[in-house]
């Protein structure tokens, strides 16, 4: 009789045992991160203190509780560029699957002084790539691969969960619409001396607002110079005002604090003189000039830099002055100027 009873509690007990058993494989399983490979790449223009490979690494690890996700032969690749831009540093990510097709794509900044910030925000989001926190697809993938042996559904299975796990993701669907990059802008105005635009040395001063992308910018210039000086026993001053516009190019010297740029203008301007006590004869006073400009920018703190340039230009269309008779004044074909100031950059987003 007590053989008779100890069989039914015997069976439970094993069947008790057997469904733990498979329950804890299944846990297993469904909490294994697949492995990938990791494409790193700071880029020549990077700041120097931006971390490494192995500091993504070993912090993507500590996320995932000490596990280590990549492997140098997985079919499965994450690539991290960063890119710098004339006001802050960029992480470009991008995951691709066995088949080289993009799941993830993602672009993360920080200040271009905070890369230690930029680089945990990139860990976050590999974290978010890697093991989703939301991942109701893969449960029942994971129960019903746990009846067969593991290395037999690697191969068809992790395709759908992969794009199930980084879609689930509520950063990954957003990401892929992003809009394209619209230009930086720029406000700025200077103040220097410039050379054979007017009769004597005169003041020049500029202000002008121009659009910047990583390479190039546009804009459009205000100018005016004004001489108080002539050589004339008169009390006579001359002055010139105009509107240039200007295209330039631009390369980061110095990351991220220092760049250089070269740009070729055209202006339109008036040329004039202010006597008080006679009448100006000649009043063909347009002035059209061709020119080129070489600077440079310091960027002093986020909103606010310094720029010092200096400009060469063609007089294309001469003015000749003559006072009270007298020739006064013929423009010759070369001017110059050189000023410094200040620029204000700030995004449209």
């Not at 490979?37 to 490979?53: I, Q, S, T, V, W």
């Not at 470009?92 to 799941?103: C, K, P, S, T």
């Not at 190039?216 to 050589?231: C, F, K, N, R, T």
Request: aromatic share 6%.
């Amino acid at each position: 009789m007590r053989d008779a009873s100890s069989r039914p509690f015997r069976a439970r007990f094993l069947l008790v045992a057997a469904l733990l058993c498979g329950t804890s494989e299944a846990t297993a399983q469904s909490s294994e991160v697949l492995p990938w490979r990791l494409d790193y790449a700071p880029g020549p223009d990077a700041p120097k203190n931006c971390p490494d490979k192995s500091y993504i690494k070993a912090a993507l690890s500590t996320k995932l509780k000490g596990h280590d996700p990549f492997t140098d032969d997985a079919p499965r690749s994450i690539s991290v560029k960063l890119v710098l831009t004339p006001q802050r540093i960029e992480a470009h990510i991008e995951a691709r699957d066995e088949n080289g097709e993009v799941v993830a794509n993602h672009v993360t900044q920080a200040e271009f002084w905070r890369c230690d910030q930029l680089a945990d925000r990139t860990v976050f989001y590999l974290r978010d790539i890697i093991d989703p926190l939301t991942i109701p697809p893969a449960a029942p993938a994971a129960s019903s691969s746990s009846a067969t042996p593991a290395p037999s559904s690697a191969d068809p299975p992790p395709a759908p969960s992969t794009h199930e796990r980084v879609e689930s993701s509520p950063s990954a669907p957003k990401v892929l619409a992003r809009p394209a990059r619209l230009p930086q802008l720029a406000i700025y105005a200077n103040m220097g001396a410039a050379w054979w635009s007017t009769p004597e040395t005169a003041l020049s001063l500029a202000a002008g607002i121009e659009a910047r992308w990583k390479w190039l910018s546009i804009g459009v210039e205000g100018q005016y110079d004004h001489a108080w000086a002539l050589p004339t026993k008169l009390d006579v001053e001359a002055e010139r005002a105009g509107l240039a516009a200007l295209a330039c190019g631009r390369h980061v010297v110095l990351p991220p604090r220092v760049s250089a740029r070269a740009c070729v203008f055209g202006d339109v301007a008036l040329l004039s003189l202010d006597p008080q006590r006679i009448k100006l004869i000649s009043d063909e006073d347009l002035v059209i000039d061709l020119g080129m400009r070489l600077g440079g920018e310091l960027r002093l703190a986020r909103f606010l830099g310094l720029q010092l340039h200096g400009d060469v230009a063609y007089v294309a269309l001469p003015r000749l002055f003559i006072v009270d008779g007298k020739e006064l004044w013929r423009s010759p074909r070369l001017t110059g100027a050189v000023r410094v100031g200040l620029v204000v950059p700030f995004d449209i987003r």
